[in-house]
């Protein structure tokens, strides 16, 4: 790290480590966002304003990543929360008009989507767990720093959310076979 | 199935929702940086506002409290004496209300012709 390249208000941050984690923070941030990019976007420049101003402090006690990942975690709560729930209702609106409509989403045969809809399904804490642990390559000790619990509830959300998305997948792994 | 597959699973199930191309870091920094300046500029605008405020009421409370203008005004002893007039607290009421005791005598309403040696 040069001397130079850390921020004036957080001296344990760098620009490079910052840009470091730069596409996985936005990644979550677009999870945060419903996937809406422009919010997204504007989430990330939050966190980063958050951390250049030294209204959030890293103090090198955890990995910059899930101090990161947490900043924004917070602040999409509550700075986006009504937004998302707006997007998210529109979203299971639309959802449920395009199955009305157009017939199950298994005759167009997008696994992934399924996929994401099973996630989708969870509770709001094994959702955020289950994208954190297996999608961002976090623990289970980091992401429940993320999202702000106990270590023990962390544990306890992930394996629900595991056995959840393990009984739906596999029933849909079987479905798909027998087609 | 196994942690390996369903990661596997999630991962390429994200990669796929995840179309969107990542803002360059950049760009993104620089704009942060924009907003942290402005919002900086707005705390000096409101503190230098707020200190201009405390500065007029300070000003306006010390103008106020100087000796000259709120010195208690006492009786004069002399002007009092000099004058036959006196005008009723009430008075302001009316249109003109000073009058001389002396000079102008109220007109009484009551008879003052005297009968059987008495007032009526």
Request: net charge neutral; aromatic share 8%.
């Amino acid at each position: 790290m040069r001397d130079d390249d850390e921020l004036r208000d957080n001296p344990h941050v760098s620009l490079r480590a910052l840009q470091a984690v730069h596409e996985d923070l936005f990644g979550w941030c677009l999870s945060r966002c419903d996937y809406e990019p422009a919010a997204a976007e504007d989430l990330l420049q939050q966190t980063y304003v958050e951390v250049l101003s030294g209204r959030a402090r890293f103090d090198a006690r955890s990995a910059l990543k899930t101090f990161l990942f947490g900043v924004a975690h917070n602040l999409a709560r509550s700075r986006f929360r009504r937004k998302a729930l707006r997007l998210r209702l529109l979203r299971s609106y639309a959802f449920t008009t395009e199955v009305a409509t157009s017939g199950s989403a298994a005759d167009m045969g997008d696994d992934n989507e399924k996929i994401w809809q099973a996630v989708a399904a969870l509770p709001a804490r094994q959702r955020d767990i289950t994208e954190l642990v297996f999608c961002r390559d976090m623990t289970i000790e980091q992401a429940s720093a993320v999202m702000g619990v106990a270590v023990g509830t962390g544990r306890v959300h992930y394996e629900r959310a595991k056995k959840a998305l393990a009984t739906k997948l596999g029933t849909m792994q079987d479905w798909t076979k027998t087609r | 199935m196994d942690d390996e597959q369903l990661k596997k699973r999630l991962r390429q199930a994200l990669a796929a929702r995840q179309t969107g191309r990542t803002p360059a870091f950049e760009t993104t920094l620089a704009a942060a940086t924009e907003r942290h300046r402005h919002a900086v500029r707005c705390y000096a605008y409101a503190a230098g506002a707020a200190a201009a405020a405390a500065m007029v009421a300070v000003t306006l409370g010390l103008w106020s409290s100087l000796p000259g203008r709120s010195a208690p005004e006492y009786l004069s002893e002399q002007a009092l004496l000099g004058s036959t007039a006196w005008t009723a607290p009430s008075d302001v009421l009316l249109p003109e209300y000073e009058f001389d005791l002396y000079r102008d005598l109220p007109v009484l309403i009551e008879p003052t012709q005297l009968q059987d040696g008495a007032l009526l």
